[in-house]
C-alpha cells in the first residue's frame, strides 16, 4: 500500500475559507472543506500559540497527508474530544477553523488576503475556543486561585461592566488580608506565576481572536476548561488594585487585561494606540504581524474594502518597509507627531539588546515594534501618553497636557519621492553640550556602581550652570527636568515637587560620597537647599526622577537649558522642535540629512518659546529630512 500524496492547497475565491473536521478517534485524520464565509456551517475558531521550535508530525486531511507541529496535533486530539461530546460546550460543532491548517502558510498572497477577513472569521464563529497546552503541574491549583480572584472582585464590584467600575487603590498588605486571598507564602501564587508563563499570553495575534469571540471564549488547558470573562476580570481587578507591581503576581495578567479592556470597550481604538499598548507586552512569530495581527481591531479597518494601502497586508514586504509605511499613514492620518516619540532612533547597545529581533533598514523616524526582550518596566517610558477619554471611548495616543512645544501648530508634512525619507517642518532651538547616562546599576552589596545616579547628574550639569540665572531659578530647572514636569503623577503641584527635589539634593549634597568632591560654592548651594527643601519629600522626588530618567541621558544644552533625551544622545546633537510635536526632538546632523535621536524633555522649550521666536523672527524654520 502506497503512503498517501502530500496534501495541495487549491486556490480560494474571494470571501471563501477552509474549515476543518475531525473523524477519527484520535484524531489522526481530518476533512479540509472550502465554504463561503457567509454560507459555513457553525464552527468553532482556534486560539493557540505557534510552536516553531515543535517537530512535525503528519495529519491525514481528504487522504494526503498534511505536516503541523506535534504541539497543534495535542489540540486537534482535545478539540475531537469536545467535538464528540454534545455537551461539553455548545450544541453539537464539529467544524474548527485553525490558521496554520485553514491557511496556505507557503502562499503570500492567499495569507495577505486572509488576514484581512480574521476579524470576520473569529466574529462569525460560535465562539473563539483557547487552547494554552496539556495540564502542567499545579495549574488545577492556579485555576482554582483565579477563581478566588474572581470571586473577590464580584463580591466588592458586584455592577461592574467597565475597568473603570473598580476603584483605583494602592496595595497595601491590610487591604490583602481584608481580601480573603491566601498569603504570600501560599504555593498557590508559585503555580500561578507558572501558568502565566505559557507563551499563549504574550501572542499579539490572540487579542482580536479573543476580542471577536461572539460569545464568551473558553480557555482549554489540559482537562481544564475555564471561561474568559473570570480571568480577564480577576486580571483587571487585581491590576486596579496595585497587585500586578508585586514579584509575587505574575505581570503577564496586564496582558490579559488589556485584552479585555479592548474586549469590553464600545469603540474601536486608534492603530497607534493599540501598537503602543501590546509592541512590548505582545510577541509574534512573523514580526509584520505585530502590525497585522492588530489591523481587525483598528478604527481604520471598519470596512476593509476601503483600508489604506499602507495598511493593506502584504506579506510580499519586509519588516521594515510595512512599518516605514504605517508610520508614514499614521503622520498623515493623525496629523500628530506623537508616532516620533516611539521611533526607533539611532540603536545604541541599550536599544539592541531590548529587543530579540532586528528589522533590517529602518529609517530612524519609524518605530521599530520588534519583540522585545525584557519587561515593559525595564525600557524607558515614553513622553507621549495613551489617554482614554470616557469608559467606551477608544484610546488615543497623544501628549500630555504640559507639552505643547510646537505651539499647537499643525504638522508640516512635505513630499518625498523617497518612502524612507521623511520631509518635515521645524525650528533648530538648540544644541547639546553635555550628555550623561543615568545609571542606576546595583552592585551585590545593595550600593550603585558609579555612586548615586542623581548625584553624578548634578555633577555633570553643575559647571554648565548659565551666569545669567539664579541659583534657585536653576535648581527649580533641575528638578521640572529630571522630572520631565510630571508631578502630578506623584500627587504633587509643581511647588512641591521644588521642595521635594531641593530635599533630595540637600541630602545628597551633604553625603560624605560628595563631601569628597566638593564643587566651588557648597555652602550657598547647601544653605539655599535647605531653605528651599523645608516640608519637602526627598524620596517622593527620588521615586518621579528615578522613574522619567530611567535608561535616558541628561541633557545639557549650549544655551544651558537642562533635560532628558535617548541613551543614544551625543554632544554635538541638536534640538528641533517640529511642527505637530508636543515635545522637542533630539536630532543628528549627516551630509544627506538627519537621523532622529530620539524624543526629549527640554525645560524651556516645552510650552511654545521656539514658536514665540520664530514669530518674533528669531529662529527661521526649516525643512528637515529625516532619513
Known amino acids: 500500500m502506497t503512503d498517501p500524496l502530500p496534501y495541495i492547497y487549491s486556490p480560494l475565491v474571494a470571501n471563501a475559507i477552509r474549515l476543518l473536521s475531525l473523524h477519527a478517534t484520535d484524531g489522526s485524520s481530518a476533512t479540509l472543506k472550502t465554504v463561503n464565509l457567509n454560507e459555513a456551517p457553525p464552527y468553532f475558531a482556534l486560539s493557540y500559540a505557534w510552536d516553531v521550535q515543535a517537530r512535525d508530525v503528519p495529519l491525514e486531511v481528504n487522504g494526503q497527508m498534511l505536516s503541523v507541529s506535534s504541539s497543534l496535533t495535542v489540540a486537534i486530539r482535545r478539540l475531537h474530544e469536545l467535538t464528540v461530546d454534545d455537551?461539553?460546550?455548545?450544541?453539537?460543532?464539529?467544524?474548527?477553523?485553525?490558521?496554520?491548517?485553514?491557511?496556505?502558510?507557503?502562499?503570500?498572497?492567499?495569507?495577505?488576503k486572509q488576514v484581512q477577513?480574521?476579524?470576520?472569521?473569529?466574529?462569525?464563529?460560535?465562539?473563539?475556543?483557547?487552547?494554552?497546552?496539556?495540564?502542567?503541574?499545579?495549574?488545577?491549583?492556579?485555576?482554582?486561585?483565579?477563581?478566588?480572584?474572581?470571586?473577590?472582585?464580584?463580591?466588592?464590584n458586584p455592577c461592574a461592566k467597565f475597568v473603570a467600575d473598580i476603584p483605583f487603590r494602592m496595595y497595601s498588605d491590610q487591604n490583602h488580608t481584608?481580601?480573603?486571598?491566601?498569603?504570600?507564602?501560599?504555593e498557590l501564587w508559585r503555580h500561578l506565576r507558572r501558568l502565566f508563563e505559557l507563551p499563549w499570553f504574550t501572542r499579539t495575534w490572540v487579542i482580536q481572536e479573543v476580542a471577536f469571540s461572539r460569545d464568551d471564549p473558553i480557555l482549554l488547558h489540559g482537562q481544564h476548561k475555564y471561561p474568559w470573562h473570570r480571568l480577564g476580570w480577576a486580571s483587571s481587578w487585581l491590576r486596579r488594585s496595585g497587585y500586578l507591581r508585586l514579584a509575587q503576581v505574575p505581570n503577564k495578567m496586564q496582558n490579559v487585561d488589556t485584552i479585555s479592556n479592548i474586549q469590553r470597550s464600545g469603540s474601536r481604538w486608534r492603530l497607534d494606540a493599540l501598537l503602543v499598548t501590546t509592541s512590548i507586552k505582545c510577541h509574534a512569530t512573523d514580526q509584520r504581524d505585530k502590525v497585522y495581527?492588530?489591523?481587525?481591531?483598528?478604527?481604520?479597518?471598519?470596512?476593509?474594502?476601503?483600508?489604506?494601502d499602507e495598511l493593506r497586508p502584504n506579506y510580499h514586504l519586509d519588516v521594515a518597509e510595512v512599518y516605514t509605511k504605517v508610520a508614514f499613514f499614521f503622520l498623515r492620518e493623525y496629523k500628530s507627531l506623537s508616532t516620533l516619540t516611539r521611533a526607533s532612533g539611532v540603536p545604541d547597545d541599550v536599544s539592541r539588546a531590548q529587543r530579540k529581533h532586528q528589522p533590517g533598514l529602518l529609517p530612524s523616524w519609524a518605530p521599530n515594534w520588534c519583540d522585545y526582550s525584557v519587561m515593559e518596566r525595564?525600557?524607558?517610558?515614553?513622553?507621549?501618553?495613551?489617554?482614554?477619554?470616557?469608559?467606551?471611548?477608544?484610546?488615543?495616543?497623544?501628549?500630555?497636557?504640559?507639552?505643547?512645544?510646537?505651539?499647537?501648530?499643525?504638522?508640516?508634512?512635505?513630499?518625498?519621492?523617497?518612502?524612507?525619507?521623511?520631509?518635515?517642518?521645524?525650528?533648530?532651538?538648540?544644541?547639546i553640550v553635555s550628555a550623561t547616562r543615568f545609571d542606576d546599576k546595583l552592585q551585590p552589596s545593595g550600593r550603585h556602581v558609579h555612586g548615586s545616579p542623581l548625584l553624578q547628574l548634578w555633577k555633570a550639569a553643575f559647571p554648565f550652570r548659565p551666569e545669567g540665572k539664579t541659583l534657585a531659578d536653576w535648581v527649580a530647572s533641575w528638578v521640572r527636568?529630571?522630572?520631565?514636569?510630571?508631578?502630578?503623577?506623584?500627587?504633587?503641584t509643581a511647588e512641591q515637587m521644588l521642595k521635594d527635589g531641593a530635599a533630595c539634593l540637600h541630602n545628597l549634597l551633604s553625603s560624605s560620597e560628595y563631601q569628597q568632591s566638593c564643587i566651588a560654592g557648597d555652602?550657598?548651594?547647601?544653605?539655599?537647599?535647605?531653605?528651599?527643601?523645608?516640608?519637602?519629600?526627598?524620596?517622593?522626588?527620588t521615586a518621579l526622577a528615578s522613574n522619567f530618567c530611567f535608561n535616558r541621558k541628561f541633557i545639557v544644552t549650549l544655551e544651558g537649558r537642562m533635560g532628558i533625551g535617548p541613551t543614544g544622545t551625543q554632544p554635538g546633537d541638536l534640538i528641533f522642535v517640529l511642527f505637530g510635536g508636543g515635545?522637542?526632538?533630539?536630532?543628528?546632523?549627516?551630509?544627506?540629512?538627519?537621523?532622529?535621536?530620539?524624543?526629549?524633555?527640554?525645560?524651556?522649550?516645552?510650552?511654545?518659546?521656539?514658536?514665540?521666536?520664530?514669530?518674533?523672527?528669531?529662529?527661521?524654520?526649516?525643512?528637515?529630512?529625516l532619513r
Not at 481 to 492: D, F, I, K, V, Y
Not at 523 to 541: C, K, M, N, P
Open 378 to 431: 525595564e525600557v524607558a517610558k515614553s513622553l507621549s501618553w495613551l489617554s482614554y477619554p470616557g469608559t467606551e471611548d477608544p484610546a488615543e495616543l497623544g501628549f500630555p497636557e504640559p507639552y505643547n512645544a510646537s505651539a499647537g501648530l499643525p504638522v508640516k508634512l512635505f513630499e518625498s519621492s523617497n518612502p524612507s525619507v521623511l520631509r518635515l517642518g521645524g525650528l533648530k532651538a538648540d544644541s
Open 481 to 492: 527636568a529630571t522630572t520631565a514636569e510630571q508631578h502630578l503623577l506623584s500627587g504633587r
Open 178 to 186: 481584608a481580601s480573603g486571598l491566601p498569603g504570600w507564602d501560599d
Open 583 to 625: 515635545v522637542p526632538y533630539v536630532l543628528r546632523m549627516k551630509e544627506s540629512g538627519f537621523l532622529l535621536v530620539g524624543e526629549s524633555y527640554i525645560h524651556g522649550v516645552m510650552d511654545g518659546e521656539a514658536v514665540q521666536a520664530w514669530q518674533r523672527g528669531e529662529l527661521a524654520e526649516e525643512i528637515i529630512e
Open 523 to 541: 555652602q550657598e548651594i547647601t544653605g539655599l537647599l535647605r531653605e528651599l527643601s523645608v516640608g519637602g519629600d526627598a524620596e517622593i522626588y
Open 293 to 308: 495581527a492588530l489591523l481587525g481591531l483598528a478604527a481604520v479597518n471598519q470596512d476593509p474594502s476601503y483600508m489604506s
Open 87 to 112: 455537551s461539553v460546550l455548545d450544541n453539537r460543532v464539529t467544524w474548527v477553523w485553525i490558521d496554520k491548517i485553514c491557511i496556505n502558510q507557503d502562499d503570500l498572497s492567499e495569507r495577505s
Open 117 to 156: 477577513m480574521m476579524n470576520s472569521i473569529y466574529s462569525q464563529a460560535v465562539r473563539t475556543l483557547i487552547w494554552l497546552g496539556p495540564d502542567c503541574d499545579g495549574c488545577s491549583a492556579a485555576w482554582r486561585l483565579i477563581d478566588q480572584i474572581y470571586d473577590t472582585f464580584r463580591r466588592e
